[in-house]
């Protein structure tokens, strides 16, 4: 299995994401910076983009990366059923890029979040939250534009199609007001396409990926990942 791991310029989270992939048997994640365009994709058999700032979140976080030619490579694999997970600011890429509904504004305090938060799984119908029925994960945020949103008739459709496995939530599982660290529109922490393949996630899991760092919950996500892709 051959994951490829994009770099766009400011991206700086793709060496975490390779350390934390690398652990995960079978599976083999490879740097493709963005500048390779479609060719760098051609054995990719599935995708992650990391968290960073893509061209200095010039314009939007995300809205200049969205339009480079290597995401057309990107939504080709995605409409193929491919999995691609984009984390933080790949979240905010995939929802620039229109594959994922809604986007990320500015956190409701206007400053810059870097802290643990816990994270409720709330839909097991997704491959990236099987097997996590009601779980309660830690994991770290670092964003300044995390906070989702999205239109009623958006909402009403991830509701009704269980596309919001992840909610923030309190080390009990709790989602309330007091538990969100952005504002996000009822907790939402991360969104999946129609088909399920897809996912956009603020929380960064591979910064929690070994006890060390302060929890192991993440791999938990992308073990999910690598198993949806055998």
């Known amino acids: 299995m051959s994951i490829a791991v994009i770099r766009f310029p400011g991206t700086n989270n793709e060496d975490d994401v390779l350390k934390a992939l690398g652990k995960i048997p079978d599976a083999n994640p490879y740097l493709v910076p963005s500048r390779k365009g479609l060719a760098g994709l051609k054995d990719a058999d599935a995708v992650v983009i990391p968290g960073g700032f893509s061209y200095g979140d010039y314009l939007r976080a995300g809205a200049v990366a969205s339009v480079e030619v290597i995401v057309e490579g990107i939504r080709d694999l995605a409409e193929d059923g491919k999995p691609v997970l984009g984390i933080c600011n790949g ?12 986007v990320l504004l500015p956190n409701d305090s206007s400053r810059f979040i870097c802290k643990w938060i816990y994270l409720k799984v709330c839909e097991t119908n997704s491959i990236f ?102």
């Open 129 to 230: 939250s099987e097997n996590l029925e009601n779980a309660v994960l830690r994991l770290p945020i670092a964003h300044a534009e995390g906070n989702y949103f999205c239109s009623r008739e958006q909402l009403e459709a991830l509701r009704d199609e269980q596309r919001i496995p992840f909610r923030y939530c309190d080390s009990h599982g709790e989602t309330s007001t007091e538990s969100n660290p952005n504002g996000s529109l009822e907790n939402i922490a991360g969104v999946t396409n129609q088909r399920g393949n897809v996912l956009g996630l603020m929380p960064h899991p591979e910064r929690a990926s070994r006890q060390i760092l302060g929890s192991s919950d993440g791999l938990l996500i992308l073990e999910n990942f690598v198993r949806a892709i055998k």
């Open 91 to 102: 979240f905010q890429i995939l929802a620039e890029m229109g594959l994922l509904p809604g």
